[in-house]
């Protein structure tokens, strides 16, 4: 027999075959292809806003430390402006005390 019988059937099986290979991509490699293609688009977009998003969130990073450091230094000064008028206070009272104490010891003297 032959090994390779090449009759009229290979080409009936090539053309069923190309057929076959048009209508399956027409009807489900290019919609699928195509919905591969937009959730791609989709993916790069996305990713996008998320690298552009980075600017913003080091901008806010700097605008915390600065309203930080403001509050910081505004406690600070609050905080000197306290000890300094309850060391004027504890001096005038001090001075006060003294200033009875000479009058109570020259009024005893005399």
Known sequence: GKVFGFNLTLPIIASEFLLLMVILDKT???PVGKALDDRDALIRSQLAAVGDNSTEVANLIAEKEQVISSARAEVAKEVASTKAKIDADIAEAQAKA??????????GLA
Not at 98 to 107: C, E, F, G, L
């Open 28 to 30: 489900v490699f290019g």
């Open 98 to 107: 003294k200033a009875d104490v000479d009058k109570q010891i020259a009024a």
